[in-house]
């Protein structure tokens, strides 16, 4: 099928709230190309969004800045142009269902009879994998995944579950918004007596092209992450996972997978997560 034939399955009728991805144009997915494409008025997440990917797929369109608007502004600026026939798309940056604060958006417009609904995006925390070249779980070293955030206005000390997360050892901590703390959650994570050798990532604008990996340690990244001079912008990732070393191979491929049984059907059976 060519690109020309090719029409995205996602495209609802209502204002679609689309997740531009953590920056690389070419990671945004078909169904947000395409609707960016037909938009008439794109209402944008600032420079979170990478103003390339906004050239390319938006020149065409009334281009709104969502930061320092409150809901009060953008509800009927984007409800007054969906009831005009306007196309309208919500973009922001990497995918609205983590920290977008997407929901409080789509409740109010759909209280001003505009149907809404989402389309997903890449999060920062694959991006930053993908740079690391390693997996966010790994097999004998990391389980699970937690996406988290550190305490400040938004969380309070008691909702702060880093601690817990890494505590956890076999856990991939991906902390967002926390680039500005990261001396205050090293320091806290050092206090509650984790090892300091413990691997850390933080991986700034990753995928854009001003890209920068910074590695270290519970106790060494706070230094090197203030020697750079990042405050904003970036993932910080926890765990052994982020080396990607001292993993054990996955019983997933054939025979070896179910420890040589050499039965075709216990073979099935074995792949069958």
């Not at 938006?58 to 509800?75: M, R």
């Not at 409080?104 to 989402?118: H, I, K, N, R, S």
């Not at 930053?128 to 990391?142: D, H, W, Y």
Request: charged residues 25%; proline residues 4%; glycine residues 10%.
């Amino acid at each position: 099928m060519s690109d020309e034939e090719y029409t995205a399955g996602d495209v609802r009728e209502g204002i679609p709230f689309v997740g531009a991805g953590p920056g690389d144009p070419g990671l945004l997915t078909v169904t947000g190309k395409e609707l960016l494409e037909r938009a008439d008025l794109v209402v944008h997440a600032g420079s979170l969004v990478n103003s390339e990917l906004l050239e390319a797929y938006c020149d065409h369109a009334e281009l709104v800045n969502s930061v320092g608007k409150d809901l009060e502004e953008l509800v009927p600026l984007m409800a007054d142009a969906y009831h005009e026939g306007r196309e309208v798309v919500r973009l922001h940056s990497g995918d609205p269902a983590i920290y977008g604060a997407a929901l409080e958006q789509m409740d109010a417009l759909e209280a001003e009879d505009v149907p809404t609904y989402f389309v997903p995006g890449v999060t920062s925390s694959f991006a930053a994998s993908a740079t690391l070249g390693t997996q966010l779980t790994l097999n004998e070293v990391a389980n699970h995944v937690a996406f988290t955030r550190p305490q400040g206005k938004t969380l309070s000390e008691e909702e702060d579950h880093i601690s817990d997360f890494v505590g956890m050892g076999d856990v991939t901590t991906c902390i967002y918004l926390g680039t500005h703390a990261v001396r205050e959650t090293m320091d806290r994570l050092l206090a509650d007596g984790h090892d300091p050798e413990t691997p850390v990532a933080v991986v700034y604008h990753a995928s854009w092209p001003d890209e920068d990996v910074i590695t270290g340690t519970l106790e060494t990244i706070a230094d090197e992450v203030e020697e750079a001079g990042y405050r904003a912008s970036a993932l910080v990732l926890i765990g052994e996972a982020v080396t990607g070393a001292g993993y054990e191979r996955s019983y997933l491929y054939g025979d070896w997978a179910n420890r040589g049984s050499g039965s075709s059907e216990e073979s099935e059976e074995g792949c069958s997560d």
